[in-house]
């Protein structure tokens, strides 16, 4: 059986020491008074809650998963969930980050991002139910009438009620404009909807006593297309004035899917036959809407991957220490046993490697992140609100991308250090590897992202989003580039920034020629893009090691970060040559390829 023991020490470097969490928001009045002290307590709290309570009830809800009653419409979760979940909520932990006037705690979104990595890695499969429920929250607070806020922010906050969101069709999954499902207005101001839903993540179960379903439809006179989409809020249980459950709303759970992996989250196939519900912002700008919670879900599911790295990578070295197989190249190195561990074996090494620069590479990235989103919301200057919800809309689609695709290689890469035994259930790894693959998939596919990020994101302002980021790079160049210690981690970011702007001008060429050459060079440009965020973040972590080591440090874990800089540099980084001549290979292979496909 796997184990996990919270990532607290790199947390914590990577929020202070790094990103310096604290200290950037100490400018904007919600977090000043938020200190590093008060961070730590939380983020141990929560490895507690993630180690001790979800992590135990991992494989047993993957191999029971959820159960339906076909008659009464009902969702059992795997045992123990829903137990995890009533502490969960006795914690606090729904409320973290969110606003106190609907009963949050008002904490950084940094906080929540390093409190959902711990769930994700724990328990995947579990924390989408919390996980859904943020979004959803996200969505009403952004958009959500005063009266919708009152009845139903409280609830979400506190977690006694959960929300998901119901996009999906069966003809039409990344598509919204093809979806069919009908809101038809009634004289007291609500609408009945009626439609069939599917791929609807915690869209029905037994851990909180009602659901509020965020639902994408059409209105009568809407027109077609993505431009004729409104959003509801549909409740499972009707809302009586008090705040008291009425009756069950028309909206039921037809069947679940029998999926790949996150057996233990229910993905109903959910029927809405007449059920009431009510517009949230305005008609047919439902996707404007919707797209907060689907850049949450973005960055959440990007965090799942991160979790699910952070966990495989764990298991696979403790692993590698123990199992003996063969000896070393260049002679024994257990002398005492008959054979060496596998950890002294360089392929082994480069598996274990791979997924540690990937792990802490993602965190840094993604904490980054969510400062930025607390510094868009709440930041005095208005400048600085603009930069940062520019260079948040930039990496999103890396977090989700980058990170999901890097937890595929992880986990495959860490069940392969445990040979044929990771290829078995009681170990753990190949769980990982499953529940992994969905986050590559949903909340638009990796291929989708690629295409928001180069369309829309750099090539539809003329790589304005993008100078930004390379000011960052620039920036850390300058200020390190005379340092010799730091030249192989500066000179590789610094040739990548200044390729940055030719390679995609040369696209943006092509492209202005020949729409479909964004298609077929945007999935290797995103890795490009990702590589570089991910070397300027290497990049500054190798700075802090290297000026703790400097100042006399004899604390290893500096010298563990600086030698898995040196490794990303060395074996991850140049993957972005080969990367920029596939995208610069044209599409002409891709799409003349008529009598192959036939």
Known sequence: MPSYTPPLR??????????????????CPKHADVDVDTVNAVLEEAGKFAAEVLQPLNIQGDT???????????????????????????????????????????????????????????????????GLSHGAYEALHAHGTPEQQKMFLPKLVSGEWTGTMCLTEAHCGT???????????????????TGNKIFISAGEHDMADNIVHLVLARLPDAPQGSKGISLFLVPKFHV????????????????????????????????????????????????????????????GVGNQSLGLTEVAYQNALAYAKD?????????????????????????VRKMLLTAKAYAEGGRALAVYCTMLLDKELYHPDEKVRKDSEELVALLTPVVKAFLTDNGHTATNACMQVFGGHGYIKEW????????????????????????????????????????KFGKLVAQLVEEEGVNEKMAEFINPIAYLGDQMTKFTTEIGFKAFQNPDEVGGAAVDYLRVLGHLVFGYFWARMAQVALREIDAGNQDPFYLGKLQTARFYFARLFPETASLMRTARAGVASLLDTDAALA
């Open 10 to 27: 790199d947390m914590q470097f990577v929020l202070h020491e790094v990103v310096k969490v604290t200290d950037e928001l100490k400018a």
């Open 64 to 130: 029971i998963g959820c159960k339906l009653d076909q008659e009464t419409h009902a969702v059992t979760t795997p045992p123990g969930f829903k137990q995890a979940y009533a502490k969960f909520i006795e914690g606090g932990w729904p409320a973290l980050s969110c606003d106190p006037e609907f009963g949050g705690q008002g904490l950084p979104f940094a906080l929540n991002q390093c409190l959902y990595e711990m769930l994700n890695s724990a328990n995947q499969a579990w924390t989408m139910y919390p």
């Open 175 to 193: 598509d919204l404009g093809l979806l069919r499902t009908k809101a038809e207005p009634q004289a007291d101001g609500t609408y009945r909807i």
């Open 240 to 299: 009586n004035a008090d705040g008291s459950l009425g009756k069950r709303n028309d909206i039921f759970c037809a069947g679940l899917e029998h999926k790949m992996g996150i057996h233990g989250n229910a993905t109903a196939q959910l029927v809405l036959d007449g059920a009431v519900g009510t517009l949230v912002g305005q008609p047919n700008k439902g996707l404007p809407a919707m797209f907060v919670m689907m850049n949450a879900a973005r960055l």
């Open 323 to 347: 199992r003996i197989q063969m000896r070393s190249l260049s002679g024994p190195k257990a002398k005492d046993k008959p054979a060496d561990p596998i950890i002294v074996h360089p392929d």
């Open 428 to 467: 753990g790894m190949e769980q990982f590897v499953r529940d992994n693959r969905i986050n590559m998939i949903y909340e638009g596919t990796n291929t989708v992202q690629s295409l928001d990020l180069l369309g829309r994101k750099i090539l539809a302002n003329n790589g304005a989003s993008l100078k």
